[in-house]
């Protein structure tokens, strides 16, 4: 897997509501339903992380807490031969989804 790093400020700003149909799911549970999904910013708002695409990842609420409480931690998206992968940490344990 290469780590090649992706330059987030490439992309114009996500539609939001856009996004959350396209992705469709939480990446960490698989949760699917519509009006639970959050849009999270991978570098936060207060770090002037922008609505981007690579910046952008669809999370459920209850994920998305986890998340604001350090029980996940979402890195970034890497380049692999799979394509852009994001890494997340739960519970201590490295992830590729
Ligand atoms: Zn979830
Ligand atoms: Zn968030």
Redo the contacts with the bound molecule.
């Keep these: 897997m290469s780590n090649k790093d992706i330059n987030i400020n490439e992309n114009n700003n996500i539609d939001k509501q856009i996004f959350k149909h396209t992705q469709q799911k939480c990446i960490i549970c698989g949760e699917n339903s519509y009006c639970t999904l ?1 849009v ?2 991978i570098i ?1 708002g207060k770090d002037s992380g922008t609505y981007t695409k690579y910046n952008c990842t669809n ?1 459920c609420s209850n994920c ?1 807490a986890k ?2 409480n350090g029980e996940i931690v979402i890195d970034k998206y890497y380049n692999s031969t799979k394509g852009l992968l994001l890494r997340v940490i739960i519970n201590g344990e490295e992830k590729f989804v």
């Design positions: 959050n999270h910013r936060p999370i998305h998340v604001h």
